[in-house]
Antibody
Framework: QVQLVESGGGVVQPGRSLRLSCAASGFSFSNNAMHWVRQPPGKGLEWVAIIWSDGSKKYYTDSVKGRFTISRDNSENTLYLQMDSLRVEDTAVYHC???????????????WGQGTLVTVSS | EIVLTQSPATLSLSPGERATLSCRASQSVRGYLAWYQQKPGQAPRLLIYDVSDRATGIPARFSGSGSGTDFSLTISSLEPEDFAVYYCQQRYSWPLTFGGGTKVEIK
């Protein structure tokens, strides 16, 4: 079955870096756009970034532009999120999700991984 | 940025009752709206996409409707497993945005 498993979360000090990974299985990873979506503890959902299936296009939410980089390795069926200059407000569970759509940009999310918790604290 | 406002924040109902959740967009999102369900400790799950199309495996008691800026998710008869938080999401424009969520709780 389709499965997404995130890893790489942890506790990090403000200003430091962290790299998240998302291992995909059960579907043709190289043919699908992928997203990161985050959820601060006890709060709602916030879309973070998308990468097209071939890596040719990437978009970010404004609050992470210039600090976060989304990338992928289609030979390893793995999605990444490099997070630099981390801030306290980046504290959240980070989910990876496959992008889907019948027409247009693949910007609905199905399925989602369970997520990995990133805590930014001094 | 398109802001999605969900109401009510909390809906207290009994099993078997009908639930109607609202999502209002700050500008038209045309037909590019989805609904997700999230249970405690779990990842969100896609329920409805493109306003009214049920995702694979979603029961027929879930239905979506609306257009332009006003949308709704209806659960025709609440089952015990339906008590959860529901989010709407638009894909009409960047950045992709979610509503703040509606919690459906047992009365």
């Amino acid at each position: 079955q389709v499965q997404l498993v995130e890893s790489g979360g942890g506790v990090v000090q403000p200003g430091r870096s962290l790299r998240l990974s998302c291992a995909a299985s059960g579907f043709s990873f190289s043919n699908n756009a992928m997203h990161w979506v985050r959820q601060p503890p006890g709060k709602g959902l916030e879309w973070v970034a998308i990468i097209w299936s071939d890596g040719s296009k990437k978009y970010y939410t404004d609050s992470v532009k210039g600090r976060f980089t989304i990338s992928r390795d289609n030979s390893e069926n793995t999605l990444y999120l490099q997070m630099d200059s981390l801030r306290v407000e980046d504290t959240a569970v980070y989910h990876c999700a496959r992008g889907v759509a019948v027409t247009g940009n693949p910007n609905f999310f199905d399925p989602w991984g369970q997520g990995t918790l990133v805590t930014v604290s001094s | 940025e398109i802001v999605l406002t969900q109401s009510p924040a909390t809906l207290s109902l009994s099993p078997g009752e009908r639930a109607t959740l609202s999502c209002r967009a700050s500008q038209s999102v045309r037909g590019y709206l989805a609904w997700y369900q999230q249970k405690p400790g779990q990842a969100p799950r896609l329920l409805i996409y493109d306003v009214s199309d049920r995702a694979t495996g979603i029961p027929a008691r879930f239905s979506g409707s609306g257009s332009g800026t006003d949308f709704s998710l209806t659960i025709s008869s609440l089952e015990p497993e339906d008590f959860a938080v529901y989010y709407c999401q638009q894909r009409y424009s960047w950045p992709l945005t979610f509503g703040g969520g509606t919690k459906v709780e047992i009365k």
